[in-house]
């Protein structure tokens, strides 16, 4: 099937936004989650972002409920008028014990299943923590239910957290998890995934985009 035919006529984007930047970002702490402000740099991050993402006309914005995505996404509401809708299942990856330590320490203290964990292995993070494919399930059940909302032609924009915003835009493509995490750049704090629809599913259109 070539290109031009497997385009849809009025395609539907969902934009998955990685929120701007904390103080444990800026310091290479481990966040999972743990509600995190977004600092003074993330506000201003949301605030430049918001006015690029409120270009594709969103209908809909909806958040993960921890504040630093939350926040994110008020942003782009206070300059569309859309209103924020907050989902659990759009929260980070939750690490377990590995939550407030910082890279260091994580390497220290749990060196081999981080190693592990680098290559691609799914493995549970922080002993009490969730795997990937954990995550990507429960944001792929509340992203299926956006979708299946969303008028033909429309656009609509999730912000969520960086190991999420990952899992979620690599199941939506029908990409596995292992290949996602060892291929796909992670996500930098405000920047964004669009996904755009064709008529054998969705395929990525921009990748950690700024602009």
Same mark, same amino acid.
């Given at each position: ?18 929120? !701007? ?18 600092? #003074? #740099? ?14 594709? #006309?969103? @209908? ?11 926040? &994110? ?7 569309? !008028? ?13 690490? +377990? ?15 081999? @299943?981080?190693?592990?964990?680098? /290559?691609?292995?799914?493995? /549970?993070?922080? *002993?009490? +923590? *969730? &795997?990937?494919?954990? @995550? ?54 405000? %920047? ?13 259109? +921009?990748?950690?985009?700024? %602009?």
């Amino acid at each position: 099937m070539s290109a031009s035919t497997n385009r849809v006529e009025q395609p539907r984007r969902l934009i998955i936004w990685r929120h !701007g930047q904390t103080g444990h970002n800026a310091r290479g702490v481990w966040q999972g989650q743990h509600d995190v402000p977004l600092s #003074k #740099k993330g506000l201003r991050q949301a605030d430049e972002a918001a006015k690029h993402l409120a270009a594709y #006309k969103p @209908v809909e914005i909806v958040a993960s409920d921890l504040s630093r995505a939350a926040s &994110t996404a008020q942003a782009l509401s206070n300059v569309t !008028g859309v209103p924020v809708t907050y989902d659990a299942r759009m929260r980070e990856i939750d690490v +377990g014990q590995w939550s407030g330590l910082d890279s260091a320490q994580v390497r220290s203290r749990y060196g081999d @299943v981080l190693d592990r964990v680098d /290559q691609g292995e799914d493995l /549970q993070r922080g *002993e009490t +923590g *969730e &795997t990937v494919a954990q @995550v990507a399930r429960r944001a792929r059940e509340a992203a299926d239910e956006l979708i299946g909302r969303l008028p033909v032609g429309e656009c609509a924009v999730i912000a969520s957290h960086g190991v999420t915003s990952r899992a979620l835009a690599a199941s939506l493509v029908g990409m596995d998890q292992h290949t996602a995490w060892t291929s796909l750049v992670g996500m930098g704090n405000c %920047r964004w995934t669009t996904l755009v629809e064709s008529r054998t599913g969705w395929r990525i259109e +921009g990748w950690n985009s700024c %602009r």
